[in-house]
């Protein structure tokens, strides 16, 4: 069992850094997306199920001086009460006298919610004084929002020095996270295949590079693919390019074939006449575009050499799209790598989605429940794919 199932919370103050950067209609302050909200519930509900106390603190939207209106957490209170089934109290700054009182008075089963951390520029700074001020309003601190696991923030990462190795723990999302992170990254069954898509190379070189040390199959689709047909001599037309990343495309390539990593990318492209919803289409080898036309999608031909690689896959990581699958007709691509993620699957692989734009293709198909994990940290997993040591993660462990 984990750290946190393992540990009764009965009679403690619970401080959890959540990740309540939800989305707030302008003119009405209504959340318009509560998912990060839901996320976070599991591990609050085990703590008031203990009879422990939960205070939490968050940051929401980028205030830039000081408190504002539009960013501040008491938009929340009401809907969090809902999905608690609780009163929810709300101290209207998260390290005044007010939250200290608050915090104190707290009895089992209460819950006390902080105004917005990002106030204070201390929190960015990852300052140590302010990190020591919000240590004091909790007997235990919990991380449970990965979002924000790659910034060395105060309340992300510095406050966990203010609490004994037994006093400090992942949420219940983290451990989901941080768990399957490294299953895919050090306990990968082979063969193991990443599937890397998105607009920019640039964005992604990092990762490639590291999973060039791990993965058996890479492939790469979406706008990124066409840098290296490009850099091959191919003729892309006026598909997507960073020139000044040719090099490197060769690079990529060249390390892979050093490395006995197969790198997968779609021999023919659904081509189209303009950037547009409504745009003349066609198909066309991928390194061979016709003036005048864009790659927009992987092609047929892709779409099944990619299924192959991705069924006889025992671990599969899949960040960025392979077309603009925000159009429909630039989305066929995207739906076939994710039905064959699905049915790997199903067959027993582990699938791991992570990424913005990918979870939201696999949200808008209908695919959530079909793959093993779906990430809720776009930045956060993207830097832990990387390589990079997560100071979230390591300020817990360490
Ligand atoms: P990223 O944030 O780098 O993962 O990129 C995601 C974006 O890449 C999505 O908005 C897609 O519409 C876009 N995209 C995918 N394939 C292409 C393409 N072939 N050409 C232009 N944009 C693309």
Redesign the pocket.
């Known amino acids: 069992m984990s750290k946190f199932a393992n540990h009764n919370f009965a009679g403690q103050k619970a401080l959890i850094r959540v990740d309540f950067n939800v989305p707030l209609d302008k003119q009405t302050q209504a959340i318009t997306d509560d998912t990060r909200i839901k996320a976070a519930l599991p591990t609050i509900k085990k703590i008031l199920a203990d009879g422990g106390s939960v205070i939490l603190m968050s940051h929401l939207g980028r205030p830039k001086e000081g408190p504002e209106e539009k960013s501040s957490l008491k938009h929340l209170i009401k809907h969090l009460g809902e999905l608690l089934g609780t009163g929810v109290e709300f101290a209207d700054d998260c390290i005044g006298q007010q939250a200290v009182d608050k915090a104190a008075a707290l009895q089992p089963g209460q819950v006390l919610l902080l105004e917005n951390l990002r106030f204070y520029k201390q929190e960015e700074k990852g300052d140590e004084g302010f990190a020591e001020k919000l240590s004091k309003l909790g007997d235990v601190y919990v991380n449970d929002a990965f979002g924000t696991a790659h910034r060395a923030h105060a309340s992300t990462a510095v406050i966990a020095k203010f609490f004994p190795g037994d006093k400090k723990m992942f949420g219940l999302l983290m451990e989901g996270e941080v768990s399957s992170a490294e299953k895919v990254l050090h306990g990968s069954e082979k063969p193991f295949t990443a599937i890397i898509?998105?607009?920019?190379v640039s964005?992604?070189i990092l990762i490639i590079e590291n999973l060039l040390e791990r993965a058996t199959d890479i492939i790469i689709?979406?706008?990124?693919?066409?840098t290296f047909f490009k850099a091959q001599g191919g003729k892309i037309g006026s598909?997507?390019c960073e020139d000044d990343r040719l090099e490197t495309a060769k690079e990529i390539l060249k390390k892979a074939d050093e490395k006995g990593v197969c790198i997968h990318l779609p021999g023919d492209?659904i081509i189209a006449d303009k950037?547009a919803a409504d745009a003349e289409t066609s198909s066309a080898l991928s390194n061979t575009i016709p003036d005048g036309w864009?790659?927009?999608?992987i092609g047929m031909m892709a779409c099944e050499t990619f299924a192959k690689v991705i069924k006889k896959s025992k671990t599969i990581l899949w960040?960025?799209?392979?077309?603009?699958?925000?159009?429909d007709k630039?989305q066929h691509g995207t739906k076939c790598i994710a039905t064959a993620v699905a049915e790997a699957t199903q067959d027993g692989a582990f699938s791991l989605v992570g990424?913005?734009?990918?979870v939201a293709a696999v949200n808008q198909f209908g695919y959530t429940d079909k793959v093993s994990y779906v990430s809720t940290g776009g930045g956060a997993m993207l830097e832990y794919f990387e390589g990079k040591v997560l100071p979230g993660i390591a300020a817990i462990n360490e």
């Open positions: 898509g998105g607009a920019k964005d992604k689709g979406g706008g990124m693919a066409y598909s997507l492209s950037f864009m790659g927009l999608d960040n960025g799209p392979m077309g603009v699958f925000e159009m630039f990424g913005g734009d990918s």
